[in-house]
């Protein structure tokens, strides 16, 4: 397997940042938690098949790939564009193993592998229950998690109608590894308490009318109260 996608990548994120800079305003928070080598899964959430793109351009990263739902092959133009940008096709019917060897690979090599945890949009824009694959693929391979938000991305139509430039907000959240606790041996227990602990990371970033179901998890509320307390004591 190579590792290197090639030069038409290179060109399709030019032309990505030349959209995206004549089109958006892109704001990028916390790019300082994105570490300029190392292998990470980059998790965040998803309200939009923009997300993808906009996740890509918001970090100076070229070994940056992300896992995608197959049903965006199909999609005009996107399904193009995002082949042509070099993305790990992936099936949301079960485990689709050969994904997550590809995805393994990429992150034994030093790669960020981005995927949304939800596995698919949110309609509403909170935050939906997360699926195990993100948790199974960083237990797996080892390596720490990068929680990210997604804001204003599903609002093209509302900006464009104004003849304005769309505004969206990256948030990179700080990276965090996934610990194996004793008191859950089991694997579905392990992937139950991860998966948690990695959404309400996400939900960490996110302001509070889009939290979704995690906005009253008793882990999110630790989580919460702990960022307060390092703020204040900053301040």
Not at 5 to 18: A, F, P, Y
Not at 111 to 135: C, D, F, H, Q, Y
Not at 189 to 198: G, K, N, S, V
């Given at each position: 397997?190579?590792?290197?996608?090639?030069?038409?990548?290179?060109?399709?994120?030019?032309?990505?940042?030349?959209?995206?800079?004549?089109?958006?305003?892109?704001?990028?928070?916390?790019?300082?938690?994105?570490?300029?080598?190392?292998?990470?899964?980059?998790?965040?959430?998803?309200?939009?098949?923009?997300?993808?793109?906009?996740l890509?351009?918001?970090?100076?990263?070229?070994?940056?790939?992300?896992?995608?739902a197959?049903?965006?092959?199909?999609?005009?133009?996107?399904?193009?564009?995002?082949?042509?940008?070099?993305?790990?096709?992936?099936?949301?019917?079960?485990?689709?193993?050969?994904?997550?060897?590809?995805?393994?690979?990429?992150?034994?090599?030093?790669?960020?592998?981005?995927l949304?945890?939800?596995?698919?949009?949110?309609?509403?824009?909170?935050?939906?229950?997360?699926?195990?694959?993100?948790?199974?693929?960083?237990?797996?391979?080892?390596?720490?998690?990068?929680?990210?938000?997604?804001?204003?991305?599903?609002?093209?139509?509302?900006?464009?109608?104004?003849?304005?430039?769309?505004?969206?907000?990256?948030?990179?959240?700080?990276?965090?590894?996934?610990?194996?606790?004793?008191?859950?041996?089991?694997?579905?227990?392990?992937?139950?308490?991860?998966?948690?602990?990695?959404?309400?990371?996400?939900?960490?970033?996110?302001?509070?009318?889009?939290?979704?179901?995690?906005?009253?998890?008793?882990?999110?509320?630790?989580?919460?109260?702990?960022?307060?307390?390092?703020?204040?004591?900053?301040?």
């Amino acid at each position: 397997m190579s590792f290197n996608l090639g030069v038409s990548r290179e060109r399709v994120m030019k032309i990505l940042l030349r959209i995206i800079h004549a089109l958006v305003d892109l704001e990028v928070v916390g790019s300082e938690n994105v570490p300029d080598t190392g292998g990470f899964v980059l998790a965040t959430s998803h309200i939009s098949r923009l997300d993808t793109p906009f996740l890509m351009a918001a970090t100076s990263r070229k070994d940056v790939i992300a896992m995608v739902a197959r049903d965006y092959q199909k999609a005009p133009f996107l399904g193009w564009f995002l082949s042509k940008l070099g993305v790990i096709w992936i099936s949301r019917e079960g485990y689709d193993f050969h994904a997550f060897r590809e995805a393994a690979n990429f992150l034994k090599n030093g790669w960020i592998v981005g995927l949304a945890p939800e596995g698919t949009r949110s309609k509403n824009g909170e935050l939906m229950e997360g699926k195990p694959g993100a948790a199974l693929l960083a237990l797996k391979t080892k390596v720490p998690v990068i929680p990210a938000a997604v804001i204003g991305s599903a609002d093209m139509l509302k900006w464009f109608s104004k003849f304005k430039k769309m505004r969206v907000k990256i948030i990179f959240g700080e990276s965090f590894n996934l610990a194996q606790p004793e008191e859950a041996p089991k694997e579905k227990d392990r992937l139950e308490m991860a998966t948690t602990e990695i959404m309400c990371h996400i939900a960490l970033l996110l302001p509070e009318e889009r939290r979704g179901f995690y906005a009253n998890h008793p882990r999110f509320k630790v989580l919460l109260d702990a960022k307060n307390n390092s703020e204040r004591s900053k301040s």
